[in-house]
């Protein structure tokens, strides 16, 4: 058979740029992996939600405090296995300025995610989540995402899908070392 | 030399999109559903073939729990052509990663939901279409997507039967076409 080196040229392209945006869309979207090089150092968008007892809360208010900013929703079982090590977490690093703040993406009733919230013995920050601030986050198409945000406000790692404990743990160092810290809030 | 040049380029597009791990879009789709014929006054069975994309699962139309959501058909037909007895499949009790102690009740791979279509007697003869959606929530290993709709259509054709119905032009199905 004939080899016409122009067609193999051609084809050989075709294949490296396949391979490319390939590549660049899998880092992109989201699917229980992480993919902190795309955000990293960048501002984390700010708003402004509804805890569960009512009281609006904004994520600039947490400047100098290392955050890290959980999406989740009471039908996604990954999440759930992530909120007992948030728990902990919590615990074990809020005395160094971590805050973690859990945002509901769910259509369920305040009452529902408080339940659920209860039943799960939360000690963070829940918010009522809203469509909008998703898509400031890039969409949160997958859950559970969560950002890690150092005391600057600055997004340091996103990680999309159930990650490990230690994973977390490592991104939450890197948040409290980043930044000027201020006097944790009790 | 251009079918072979067409067979790479499409060989290769689907290497570089599946190249990216567990990237596919949680999908369920619905296969095509052929017109049912029905007399007025009878009942003629309708079953809807669903298939969830490899790697990903559903809840079943019963979850295990309270907080996940149900796959479900919501039907619009038309006032009067009954949609009657929806019924799902049982779900098969599965464990995963996330949950290895709380196994789930739900759908992978292929699926069926029968229901029947009973058009009155008052009804016109003629074809009608019926619209809905499945809503449901899907999930992989590792994480889960927001909840879904998926329409459903198929069409109806309505025969007029032997025994002699009403005939009220007044009650017309909305969706007579």
Redesign the interface.
Known sequence: MKR?PA?LF??AA??AA??????H??RR?????SDSLDVAGKPAPDFTLQSLDGKNVQLSSYKGQAVLLNFW?????????EMPWFVELQKEYGPQGLQIVGVA?D??SKE?ITK?VKEMGVNYTILLGKEAVGQEYGGV????TTFFIDRDGKIVARE???QSRSLFVDNIKKALSQGQAVQARK | ?KT??VT??VL??A?????????KAPSVTLAPIDPVTVTRGKGAPVSLHFRVAPGFHINSNTPTSE???PTALKMDAPTDIALTRTSYPAGKDMS????PDEP?NVYTGDFTVTMTVRPLHTVQAGKYAIHGDLKY?A?????????KHLPVEFEVKVLKGTTSGGKNPAQSPHAHR
């Open positions: 016409n067609a051609f084809v075709v294949v396949m391979l490319f945006v390939g590549f869309a899998a979207s989201g699917d229980g992996s929703a009471t039908w996604c079982g990954p999440c759930k296995i993406m259509d369920a529902d659920f198409n997958v859950l559970p999309f899908g159930l | 030399m072979q040049l790479v380029f290769f597009t290497l570089a999109l599946g190249q990216s791990p567990g990237k907080f996940l959501i995963f990663p996330f949950a789930l929530q999930c992989d290993n590792a994480a889960c997507y927001p909840p």
